[in-house]
C-alpha cells in the first residue's frame, strides 16, 4: 500500500461548485497533516495544515480521520483560481520523521 | 513569502558533468530538504539537513550528495550527471523537522543531455 494516495483526478468543476478531495494515508503514527496547493511550474505552497477537531479556512475545510486514516479537504464556492494541484501530506511518524507527499489531485474551476 | 532562494533556477548540462545546485534560506530554520520532482512520481525527498554539518538520506540519495556548512546553505551535489536525474529540484525548509509544515523554494529545473 502506497504511504499517501490521493485521487489524481482531474477534477473539472463549474465556478461555484463545492469540491472534495480525499486522501488515505498507511501510517498509523503519522501526528501531522497538511494540505499544499501548487500550480504549474511553480513551488508546492502550505494551503491549510490538518488537525483532529478540523478547521476551516474561508472556504476551505479540512477534516482527519485517524480511526479511518483518512483526509479530506472541502472547497466551497470554487474559484477560477482554485485550479492547481493540491497535495495532501502527512509525516511519516518516528523520532525523525520527514513529510510524505501524496501525488497530488489536479483540479480546473471553468467559467 | 518565507525567504528562500535557489540557484541557478535552470541549468542545462550534459552526462557526466558534476552539478551543484543552491539553497540559501534568511529564516534560520534549522531543517532543510532537497526534493525532487518527476510526473508520475510527485516529490520525493532526496537528502536532508538537520544542522550545521548534519544530514541524513531520503527516499532517492543514489547518485546525491550534500553539504551544509552554515544553517543558511544547503547545497546539492550530483558528481556525476544522468539522463535520469533531468527533474526539478525543490529545496524545503522547516523550523521543527518532520513535524512541523515545510515552505519551498522556487525550484531549479534541470536537464541532463
Known amino acids: 500500500r502506497k504511504e499517501v494516495e490521493q485521487d489524481p483526478g482531474p477534477f473539472n468543476v463549474p465556478e461555484g461548485a463545492t469540491v472534495a478531495f480525499n486522501c488515505t494515508y498507511s501510517?498509523?503514527?503519522?501526528?501531522?497533516f497538511f494540505w499544499y496547493r501548487q500550480d504549474c511550474r511553480k513551488e508546492p505552497k502550505l494551503l491549510m495544515s490538518?488537525?483532529?477537531s478540523g478547521n476551516e479556512d474561508g472556504r476551505f475545510t479540512a477534516q482527519l480521520n485517524r480511526a479511518s486514516q483518512y483526509i479530506s479537504l472541502l472547497i466551497r464556492d470554487s474559484k477560477l483560481s482554485d485550479s492547481a494541484t493540491y497535495l495532501c501530506?502527512?509525516?511519516?511518524?518516528?523520532?525523525?520523521?520527514?513529510?510524505?507527499f501524496g501525488k497530488g489531485t489536479k483540479l480546473s474551476v471553468k467559467p | 513569502d518565507a525567504g528562500i532562494t535557489q540557484s541557478p533556477r535552470h541549468k542545462v548540462t550534459e552526462t557526466g558533468t558534476p552539478v551543484t545546485l543552491r539553497c540559501h534560506q534568511t529564516?534560520?530554520?534549522?531543517?532543510m530538504y532537497w526534493y525532487r520532482q518527476d510526473p508520475g512520481h510527485g516529490l520525493r525527498l532526496i537528502h536532508y539537513?538537520?544542522?550545521?554539518?548534519?544530514?541524513d538520506k531520503g527516499e532517492v540519495s543514489d547518485g546525491y550528495s550534500v553539504s551544509r556548512s552554515k544553517t543558511e546553505d544547503f547545497l546539492l551535489t550530483l558528481e556525476s550527471a544522468t539522463s535520469s536525474q533531468t527533474s526539478v529540484y525543490f529545496c524545503?525548509?522547516?523550523?521543527?523537522?518532520?513535524?512541523?509544515?515545510?515552505?519551498f523554494g522556487p525550484g531549479t529545473r534541470l536537464t541532463v543531455l
Open positions: 490538518v488537525y483532529s
Open positions: 529564516e534560520n530554520h534549522r531543517y
Open positions: 501530506v502527512v509525516n511519516s511518524g518516528g523520532s525523525q520523521g520527514n513529510l510524505i
Open positions: 539537513s538537520y544542522g550545521v554539518k548534519d544530514t
Open positions: 501510517n498509523s503514527a503519522s501526528q501531522s
Open positions: 524545503a525548509i522547516s523550523e521543527g523537522g518532520g513535524f512541523t509544515e515545510q515552505f
